[in-house]
């Protein structure tokens, strides 16, 4: 053609022809795939999919890390690629909040659909994604829930006046050891030796009616009011007097160990039992002729048989391994026994032990008949045996203990003039202590994780202000989920760290690569959540610059040796500590200094809940507690809490505070900032991070859906009563997930050896159930309980049912309130 001097007048775009058509009608759907497939074509034509450099604006940013951001696209990032397109917005909900961050293409829940995220395009490396295709990102700070329980008063627990404590010892000059029967030599003793000048007002009580008199009796008072002592006391002050008769008439020795074994205290669990027997053997200072021991298995029986034989005067013991003895052991003859005690009476029925109890006392009794028929009994020695039952809790199964082991006993209570008139209202039921300083946080559920671990950096900033910590978690699954978050390296996991790299997958380097020297020479192990052996580490996460914090857990799946090594190791640290721990950790025990108990899960029971915030504030000291409830019908629970008096709201302050507040004050630590909502961001970033943090890893994914599952099986787990605060149906799967670190659907997560759930549906019948739970907390197979669900295709009648059978299953089975799931 000839050349007719045209010019024509456009410009060949350098994307070529092939810009992206726009689409209308259809679904969301199909727009969207049709929208995928042109992408698809529009980047090869372009060249993209052959490593060009992409000239779109859209892409040339691919770095946001904020929510709403893209991630640095390092070549080796672990991080899945994202589809460029703008996605489809929900509508916005009016005066919902836009993080800064956020405030781009991408807020509130994105689906981004690809076609296979665990393989990174650009490397080929794999990530541990969700399987099925679909990551959900959603951003923290929008559709959740509001709070019922807002415009109540906030936590005032720091200003509140001085409340006078509950279960202090006793301050008149007046109230001493000796005026209530015991002697100079043993109250010199508990003065010298132990710190110990006054009694409390249930030691008051209980020494004074347990010193004179042979009834039965039961002794009930609250938490860390020092109920172990109201009853040792007495029993080693009436050894000492036999002991000393003895000498006197000059029939006989004193007392000695061979002299016959004259009391049994039984406990519901070894740690128990060991904490008893460690004050027996601390008053036993100064009366060394009595020998105390322990049968309470996790060893071998050969050895307790040994000791037995070479004699115990007083004995403590656990019901199964005491009736195993009984049976089997010749040398252990009980025809001396004067006293029993059953400690944290409701527990032992809980945990099933009435048969064995009741096989105790019949052959007690026996064997007391045939001892008073025959030879003649140590002189001083009383006639009947007495029996003696503790418990803080007032449940009806303790009125069954009570049924099978007293006879005509004693209530001992503290007497209410001794409690300084806070006291009237205590009179009845079981309380927390009136000093501890309550307070509740309203967090929705994708809020919760990095709401615990703002409240725990803020709990830890400065030395001293808090030194011991527990946070309670309603199964074993969790408890190490949390614990591998909090003592990894997360910083590594940040927006631009170098180690966003995956990490080696074969073990050994692994391994080498957590396991490194810090600063300080101290080795810092971050914790493998598979592993168990690892219980205690320094937690970096915690850590501010000034101090170190170290982290713990314990549960029922732990080995023996290693929960008493942990608990051991957590009471002698005299640095911050933090204990994670299921509900094994809630009855009886005496950890010195905890200052401060987090419920993250609240407990399954209102008793359960006033055993575990009992850890803190004993024997007269400060403590705080919070209880973690999520807006709407658990909020209702406040009202439990606050019923801990009889004189309900106007009785008790328990203190308000909601994530917002918590996120603020654990995460902005540099004085004053602009940005009202730069908190928005910080926990945006630290939730991404933990969220890439799993993503690195197959068995840190693993473990986080293993706790999701575990943790929304044990919610469908509470009491019956309070079920209607803990309602499962009203629980968002998809946001609680989040709070797991989880980027997946709920009903596509597959755990191995558990059953697949079908999200929402299955999590309504969730029902777990526990095959080879032994009454210590251990699971006979040496690995973790087999659990069972009921099929989520049952029906709701059905799903209640199998839920009480659990239920009743738990109480025969020993773990009323432990899940050692999965
Ligand atoms: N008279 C006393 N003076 C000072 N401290 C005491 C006294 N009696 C007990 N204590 C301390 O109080 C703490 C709590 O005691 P103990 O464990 O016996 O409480 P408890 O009532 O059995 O609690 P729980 O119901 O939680 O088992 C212990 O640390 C103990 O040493």
């Avoid at 519901?268 to 027997?277: F, G, Y």
């Avoid at 909090?486 to 995956?502: C, I, R, Y």
């Amino acid at each position: 053609m000839a050349d007719d001097g045209m010019l024509l007048n456009f410009s060949i775009p350098e994307t070529g022809f092939l810009n992206k058509p726009k689409f209308k009608g259809g679904s969301w759907k199909d727009r969207q795939s049709a929208k995928r497939a042109a992408g698809h074509w529009h980047d090869r034509a372009t060249g993209r999919l052959n490593g060009e450099k992409p000239t779109n604006k859209t892409t040339s940013n691919p770095n946001r890390t904020k929510l709403g951001e893209r991630p640095k696209q390092k070549s080796n990032s672990p991080e899945p690629e994202r589809p460029t397109e703008r996605l489809p917005k929900r509508p916005r909900v009016s005066g919902e909040f836009k993080p800064a961050a956020a405030r781009d293409n991408t807020e509130q829940e994105e689906f981004r659909p690809q076609s296979n995220p665990n393989v990174t395009k650009s490397t080929g490396e794999k990530s541990s994604g969700p399987k099925g295709g679909k990551q959900i990102i959603s951003s923290l700070f929008s559709f959740n829930p509001t709070s019922t329980t807002e415009s109540l008063p906030k936590d005032q627990s720091a200003n509140d006046e001085h409340v006078e404590p509950s279960n202090a010892p006793l301050s008149s000059e007046l109230e001493t050891f000796t005026s209530l029967g015991i002697s100079p030599s043993l109250a010199t003793h508990l003065l010298n030796k132990m710190e110990m000048k006054a009694p409390t007002a249930i030691q008051k009580a209980a020494i004074a009616q347990l010193v004179k008199d042979d009834s039965d009796a039961f002794i009930q008072a609250e938490t860390g009011s020092g109920k172990t002592l109201a009853y040792l006391l007495p029993i080693v002050q009436r050894l000492i007097e036999i002991s000393a008769n003895m000498k006197k008439r000059k029939v006989d020795e004193a007392v000695q160990r061979n002299s016959g074994l004259f009391a049994i205290i039984l406990a519901p669990t070894r740690e128990l039992s060991k904490q008893i027997a460690t004050v027996l053997e601390k008053v036993l200072g100064c009366a060394h002729w009595l020998v105390a021991g322990t049968v309470i298995g996790g060893e071998k029986k050969k050895s307790e048989k040994a000791r037995l034989r070479k004699g115990i005067n007083i004995l403590v013991a656990t019901p199964g391994r005491l009736a195993d003895h009984l049976e089997h052991t010749e040398a252990l003859d009980v025809s001396n026994v004067r006293w029993l005690v059953l400690d944290e009476g409701d527990r032992l029925m809980e945990l099933g032990f009435e048969e064995e109890i009741q096989k105790i006392i019949g052959n007690l009794n026996l064997r007391l008949r045939a001892k008073k028929e025959g030879d003649a009994a140590i002189p001083g020695l009383p006639n009947k045996r007495t029996t003696i039952l503790c418990s803080a809790t007032m449940k009806m199964d303790v009125e069954r203990l009570g049924q099978i082991s007293l006879k005509d006993a004693v209530h001992i209570r503290a007497d209410p003039k001794d409690l300084d008139g806070t006291e009237v209202a205590r009179e009845e039921g079981f309380f927390a202590p009136a000093q501890l300083k309550q307070s509740y946080a309203v967090v929705a559920p994708k809020l919760r994780l990095v709401s615990l671990i703002s409240f725990l950096k803020r709990a830890f900033a400065r030395k001293g202000s808090i030194m011991k910590a527990i946070v309670f978690f309603s199964c074993a699954d969790s408890v190490d989920f949390h614990f591998s978050i909090l003592t990894s390296e997360l910083e590594k996991f940040f927006e631009g760290a170098d180690a966003q790299k995956p990490e080696a997958t074969d073990e050994k380097a692994s391994d080498e690569a957590s396991q490194k020297k810090a600063k300080n020479g101290k080795a810092v192990i971050e914790s493998d959540p598979t592993k168990l052996d690892v219980t205690h580490t320094e937690s970096s996460l915690l850590s501010p610059k000034t101090h170190s914090v170290s982290a713990y857990r314990l549960h029922g799946s732990l080995q023996q040796s290693l929960r008493t090594s942990t608990l051991q190791h957590f009471t002698k640290n005299k640095e911050p500590a933090l204990l994670l721990a299921t509900d094994v950790a809630s009855r009886g025990l005496d950890l010195p200094n905890v200052d401060l108990v987090i419920e993250f899960d609240p407990a399954f029971a209102r008793e359960d809940h006033l055993h575990r915030i009992g850890r803190t504030a004993r024997a007269g000291r400060d403590g705080r507690a919070t209880i973690f409830l999520m807006p709407g019908c658990e909020e209702g629970y406040v009202d439990i809490l606050k019923s801990d008096r009889k004189d309900g709201e106007a009785g008790i302050h328990i203190g308000r505070q909601d994530a917002n507040e918590i996120l603020k004050k654990g995460l902005i630590t540099s004085g004053v900032t602009k940005d009202k909502n730069a908190f928005m961001d910080k926990a945006t970033d630290l939730q991404l991070a933990v969220e890439r943090w799993a993503l690195a890893s197959p068995a840190r994914m693993e473990s986080a859906r293993r706790a999701y599952q575990s943790h929304v099986r044990a919610y469908a787990t509470h009491v019956a009563a309070e079920r209607g605060y803990f309602d499962i149906k009203q629980l968002h799967l998809g946001h609680l997930a989040k709070a797991f670190a989880l980027r997946e659907r709920p009903s596509g997560m597959k755990v191995p050896g558990l059953r697949t759930g079908a999200g929402r549906d299955s999590a309504k019948g969730a029902t777990p159930r526990m095959r080879g739970a032994t009454k210590d907390g251990n699971d006979k197979s040496g690995g973790k309980a087999e659990i069972e669900q009921v099929d989520p295709s049952e029906d709701a009648a059905k799903m209640r049912k199998a839920v009480r059978a659990r239920e009743k299953f738990m109480r025969h089975a020993g773990q009323a309130d432990e899940f050692n799931l999965g």
